[in-house]
């Protein structure tokens, strides 16, 4: 299957901080990525798709200002977690597929524990 | 509301027997089906995908496909504590180019040596 990073893997945070985590297709290029988040015991919830040179298309109840997504390139998406609060601490797992594909490879995942 | 519903387990099978799996969708519309893999603390891995009503089968794992009914399913021959894991069904409406994954909560699947 195709290579998907994500870093870091792990982030312990301070409630108020701002944390960034990457995500890379390593061996082919991606116009659209996606971002997940899953609580424990819970399933994958779509956040947002990361479109590669415009604006992320968010899912329903995600705040666009809290979770800002850059996608600049055809290889890196960015998930920025602003001003990050207890209730935020979570997995969050991105996703992509290659141009003209539609099976999604998952990278890592990171997970986020804020104080 | 586009649904993927999965019984969330535990399903307990003993080492070398077969495991199914079982998932419904609620969208008609969908025209691809996913199998995940997730253990405990990391990220989906995939399994096996289908397109077609009928079986698919990749070594020993068979995925089956029924979209009259609206279901999608997963064999786990000769089952191993190896695949104690949850299995997550996503279910894809690929019209266009989106490309979003629905899924299930999963089931729990715990392999007994």
């Known amino acids: 299957g195709a290579v998907v990073s994500q870093h870091p893997s792990w982030v312990i945070c301070k409630s108020g901080t701002s944390v960034k985590i990457e995500c890379r297709s390593l061996?082919?290029?991606?116009?659209?990525m996606f971002w997940y988040r899953q609580f424990p015991k819970q399933s994958l919830m779509l956040m947002a798709t990361s479109n590669e040179g415009s604006k992320a298309t968010y899912e329903q109840g995600v705040e666009k200002d809290k979770f800002l997504i850059n996608h600049a390139s055809l290889t890196l998406s960015t998930l920025t977690v602003t001003s990050a609060h207890p209730e935020d601490s979570s997995f969050y797992i991105c996703?992509?597929?290659?141009?003209?594909?539609?099976?999604?490879?998952f990278g890592a995942g990171t997970r986020l524990s804020v104080l | 509301q586009k649904e993927v519903e999965q019984n969330s387990g535990p399903l307990s099978v003993p080492e070398g027997a077969i495991a199914s799996l079982n998932c419904t969708y609620s969208d008609r519309g969908s025209q691809s089906f996913f199998w995940y893999r997730q253990y405990s603390g990391k990220s989906p891995e995939l399994i096996m995908f289908i397109y077609s009503n009928g079986d698919k089968e990749d070594g020993r794992f068979t995925a089956q496909l029924n979209k009259a009914s609206q279901y999608v399913s997963l064999l786990i021959r000769d089952s191993q504590p190896s695949d104690s894991a949850t299995y997550l069904c996503a279910v894809q409406n690929s019209g266009g180019s989106n490309y979003k994954l629905t899924f299930g909560k999963g089931t729990l699947l715990t392999v007994n040596p």
């Open positions: 996703s992509t597929a290659p141009l003209a594909k539609n099976i999604q490879y």
């Open positions: 061996d082919f290029q991606a116009t659209t």
